[in-house]
Nanobody, 124 residues
Framework: QVQLVESGGGLVQAGGSLRLSCAAS????????MGWFRQAPGKEREFVAS????????YYADSVKGRFTISRDNAKNTVYLQMNSLKPEDTAVYYC?????????????????WGQGTQVTVSS
């Protein structure tokens, strides 16, 4: 059982930055790969980024490469998503997710635990 709580969302102008945080419960946080997904109104939930349990490997959707950075601090049971150069098309509810094992999965169905989401709105 893993519980995830996202925070850090908000309203920003295009070109701005936000840092999302995801606080996790559990005794074996480092045993879980973590992912960030997002979902805009009327659209399917899409993969954003993922990171391996140790933090040594990351993977990004093409749409966010070079702008977003995923990281984790296992001592704090927290994963982060630093979002720079935000665009209006980044507007969505952002979800933190966890799965056991490999980070190299991009489908929502591959993840076992989910947070409630945090709204990110980018104006232009």
């Amino acid at each position: 059982q893993v519980q995830l709580v996202e925070s850090g969302g908000g309203l920003v102008q295009a070109g701005g930055s936000l840092r999302l945080s995801c606080a996790a419960s559990g005794r074996t946080f480092s045993g879980y790969a973590m992912g960030w997904f997002r979902q805009a109104p009327g659209k399917e939930r899409e993969f954003v980024a993922s990171i391996s349990g140790s933090g040594g490997n990351t993977y990004y959707a093409d749409s966010v490469k070079g702008r977003f950075t995923i990281s984790r601090d296992n001592a704090k049971n927290t994963v982060y998503l630093q979002m720079n150069s935000l665009k209006p098309e980044d507007t969505a509810v952002y979800y933190c997710a966890a799965r056991r094992g490999s980070y190299y999965y991009t489908f929502p169905r591959d993840y076992d635990y989910w947070g409630q989401g945090t709204q990110v709105t980018v104006s232009s």
